[in-house]
C-alpha cells in the first residue's frame, strides 16, 4: 500500500499524543487556518516557578498534516520552559515527522501557531509581555485575522466582516458587518472577546452588529 | 495485497474482464486503422467493429447510428459540445451561455473559458439539495442564449435533475440542450426521443468500461464547429484515429450493465444512508434522498475532517474520497457542497461513497462499522461539537 505521507507522520496521525483538553489550563488558543478550515487547539499547564511547560495537551479538527504535527510538538514542547518552546519551528517539527508534502504546510504551521498562541495567551495573562506598547487597530486588527469566517472558512477581515475598528483609553470598540441576528453572530462575538481581551492594556470590549 | 474495498466508482471503475475479453481482438489481431469499405480487409473488419459498437450505444439512448461520436471520455465530450455550439452560434445567435453551479469540471471550466473569451455565462443557483432552480433556468433564458448546459446527475452528490422538464423548456425556447450524463449512463435510462437534449456526454469509466472512453450524442442538424483539426474520421465531427479497442469495450461495458445491478447499487446505498444516519450522530446527507443516483451516497461527518477519515479508511483498506480543501490538489473545499449549503464546515467533513458491481453487502456493513469508529476517534480529538 502507497500513503501520502511519511511513516512516521502516519504513526502520529494514528495514536496522536498529548491529545484532549486541560482542566483549567494556565495557558490556551484556538488558531484556524483560513486556506483549508482546519483548527487547532493548544492547552497549557506551566510551573509559575520555573516557567517550565508541565502539560500540554492539543485538539484537532483537521487533517493529517494537522493533527500529527499537533502531536509531535506537543511532544517537543512539554518539559521546556516557555522561551524554549516559543522557539521551535515549523521546520523543526516537520523534520521530526520527517517531512510533510509542501501543499500541506499551512495546516501543519497552525498546530506551531497554536502553540505558541497558547504560550503568548500565558504570558499576557500573567503579566510577563516585556513589551508593553499600546494597543493598536493594527494589532486589533491582526488578532482577528485568527478569526475565522464560518461561512467561507476565510478570515473575518479577509472577508470583510469588521466594519470598524475604535480604539479609546482602554476600550476597543468593533463593528461587525452581520445582523445581530446572524446564526454566527454570538460566536463570533465571543472569539473577539478571546482573542483581545487578553492584551495587557485592553479594560473593555464592545462588539455590535449592523442593525 | 490486503484486501481494498474499493467505493470511488464515481471516480474510476474496475475493468470487467468480459470488457478486456472484447478488447483483446482489437489490439492483437484487427489493430487496423478503420479504412472505408474500400479498404483491405482488416480496416473494413476494424470499421465494422467500430460501428457495430456504435450501434450499441445508439441504441442504448434511443439514438440514431450517427448521432454518435466516439471521443476519449467525458472531459472531451463535454469541451466539445460547448465549445463547438459556442463556435457554431456566436456570430449567429449569441454569446449567452447558461451552465449550473454545481457541474462537473469539464462543463464547468469550459464555460470559465468561454467567459474570459467574451462569452457571458449566467451560473444557475441550485437549492439545498443540488437542484437547480427551474424559475431561475426559464428567466435566464434570452434572445441570445445559445446553450443550457445541466448535467444529469451530480458527481459528488448524485443529486438528478429533471432533464426531461429542463429539456423541454429549451425546446420551447428554442436554445440547445447539453446534459452530461456521466454518473447516469446505463444507471437512469435515458431515451432521446422523449427527451429533448441535443448533446449527451457518456462515458465507459464509470461502468466497468476502459478509462479516456466516451462518446457524445448530438441530435441531428445540431450546429457544431468542429474544433480540433485533423482527419475526417466520425462522421467529419472529430479528427483522430478511431479508438477501436475503446470503443468495443465501452459498448461491451453497456451491454454488461443489468437492471438487476442498479437495484442491487441501490440496495446498498439505501443501507448505507440509513445506517450512518441512525448510528453516527451529528450526521448530514448531501443531495437528494429520492433524486438521487443507485450507487451514490454522500454524508458530511460534522466536527471531523474529511482527509483524516479517508486516510484512517484507507490504512484500514477502504477508498472513498471527501470534499474536503484538504484532500483536493487545489485546497478548494468542494464547489458542490459549498453551492448546495454555502457551509465550509460541511465540505471539511463531507465523504463520498460511490457502489460498483464489485461491492457486496459485506463491503457496506464493514465500511459503516469502520467509519463509525474512525469518526468516534476523530471526535474525541476534535474541538468542536463537544458542547452540544
Redesign the interface.
Same mark, same amino acid.
Given at each position: @500500500?502507497k &500513503?501520502?505521507?511519511s511513516e512516521k507522520v %502516519?504513526e502520529h &496521525?494514528?495514536h496522536?499524543h498529548n /491529545? *484532549?483538553?486541560l482542566e483549567n489550563p494556565d495557558g490556551k488558543a484556538?488558531e484556524g487556518s483560513p486556506?483549508? +478550515?482546519? @483548527? /487547532?487547539?493548544v492547552y497549557i499547564k506551566v510551573d509559575s516557578e520555573t516557567k517550565t511547560i508541565q502539560d500540554i495537551k492539543?485538539?484537532?479538527? *483537521?487533517?493529517?498534516?494537522?493533527?500529527a504535527t499537533g502531536s509531535i510538538i506537543t511532544d517537543m514542547a512539554k518539559g521546556k520552559t516557555l522561551d524554549e518552546a516559543k522557539l521551535i519551528t515549523w521546520q523543526q517539527a516537520t523534520e521530526a515527522l520527517g517531512g510533510l508534502p509542501p501543499?500541506?504546510a499551512h495546516?501543519s504551521v497552525l498546530a506551531v501557531e497554536g502553540l505558541r498562541a497558547a504560550i503568548q495567551n500565558y504570558e499576557e495573562k500573567h503579566g510577563l509581555v516585556s513589551e508593553k506598547s499600546p494597543t493598536t487597530i493594527e494589532i486589533v486588527n491582526n488578532r482577528l485575522k485568527k478569526i475565522m469566517n464560518? %461561512?467561507? +472558512?476565510l478570515d473575518v477581515v479577509k472577508t470583510n466582516l469588521i466594519k470598524k475598528i475604535e480604539i479609546d483609553n482602554g476600550k476597543v470598540s468593533i463593528i461587525v458587518d452581520l445582523p445581530s441576528t446572524h446564526q454566527f453572530a454570538a460566536s463570533i462575538k465571543e472569539e473577539v472577546k478571546e482573542k483581545i481581551g487578553t492584551l495587557w492594556d485592553v479594560k473593555e470590549i464592545v462588539v455590535d452588529f449592523i442593525d | 495485497m490486503e484486501k481494498n474495498v474499493y467505493l470511488d466508482n464515481a471516480a474510476a471503475t474496475r475493468l470487467d474482464e468480459r470488457v478486456l475479453e472484447a478488447m483483446k481482438k482489437y489490439f492483437f489481431e484487427v489493430y487496423a486503422v478503420a479504412t472505408s469499405e474500400f479498404g483491405y480487409s482488416l480496416g473494413i473488419e476494424a470499421r465494422e467493429a467500430l460501428e457495430e459498437a456504435r450501434g450499441v450505444i445508439a441504441n442504448k439512448l434511443g439514438a440514431e447510428h450517427d448521432e454518435i461520436v466516439f471521443t476519449s471520455g467525458s472531459t472531451e465530450s463535454s469541451n466539445m459540445a460547448i465549445k463547438g455550439v459556442a463556435l457554431a452560434l456566436k456570430e449567429k445567435k449569441g454569446k449567452h451561455i447558461i451552465v449550473s453551479k454545481i457541474e462537473d469540471f469539464p462543463v464547468l471550466n469550459s464555460a470559465k473559458s468561454l467567459e474570459k473569451q467574451g462569452f457571458e455565462i449566467t451560473y444557475l443557483d441550485v437549492d439545498q439539495h443540488g437542484l437547480v432552480n427551474f424559475e431561475q433556468l426559464e428567466n435566464s433564458i434570452r434572445n441570445d442564449t445559445i446553450l443550457v448546459s445541466i448535467q444529469h446527475a451530480n458527481q459528488e452528490i448524485g443529486t438528478l435533475q429533471d432533464i426531461n422538464r429542463i429539456g423541454n423548456l429549451c425546446k420551447q425556447k428554442g436554445v440547445l440542450f447539453h446534459t452530461d450524463a456521466t454518473h447516469t449512463f446505463t444507471r437512469i435510462p435515458i431515451d432521446v426521443k422523449k427527451i429533448h437534449a441535443n448533446l449527451i456526454t457518456v462515458s465507459a469509466h464509470t461502468i466497468h468500461g476502459p478509462k479516456e472512453t466516451g462518446a457524445l450524442f448530438i441530435r441531428k442538424n445540431t450546429p457544431l464547429t468542429k474544433w480540433m483539426d485533423g482527419g475526417f474520421q466520425e462522421f467529419n465531427k472529430r479528427a483522430g484515429l478511431e479508438n477501436i479497442p475503446g470503443a468495443v469495450g465501452f459498448a461491451k461495458a453497456v451491454e454488461l450493465v443489468t437492471q438487476e445491478e442498479n437495484n442491487k447499487l441501490q440496495q446498498f446505498r439505501d443501507y448505507l444512508i440509513k445506517r450512518v444516519l441512525t448510528e453516527i450522530p451529528n450526521t448530514t446527507l448531501n443531495g437528494h434522498l429520492e433524486k438521487r443516483i443507485p450507487h451514490n451516497a454522500n454524508i458530511t461527518f460534522h466536527y471531523v475532517e474529511g482527509e483524516s477519515i479517508t486516510l484512517h479508511l484507507d490504512m484500514r483498506g477502504f477508498s472513498v474520497s471527501t470534499g474536503s480543501a484538504c484532500f483536493s490538489k487545489s485546497l478548494e473545499a468542494s464547489h458542490v457542497i459549498m453551492g448546495i449549503g454555502g457551509d465550509h464546515e460541511r465540505a471539511h467533513g463531507s465523504v463520498r461513497f460511490t457502489f460498483g458491481r464489485y461491492n457486496t453487502m459485506e463491503d457496506v456493513n464493514s465500511v459503516v462499522d469502520n467509519i463509525s469508529e474512525v469518526v468516534e476517534e476523530l471526535r474525541k480529538i476534535s474541538p468542536l461539537g463537544k458542547n452540544s
Open positions: @500500500m &500513503f501520502p505521507y %502516519l &496521525f494514528r496522536p /491529545v *484532549g483538553k484556538t486556506a483549508c +478550515g482546519d @483548527m /487547532v487547539s492539543f485538539e484537532s479538527y *483537521g487533517c493529517a498534516s494537522n493533527i501543499i500541506k495546516c464560518p %461561512l467561507t +472558512g | -
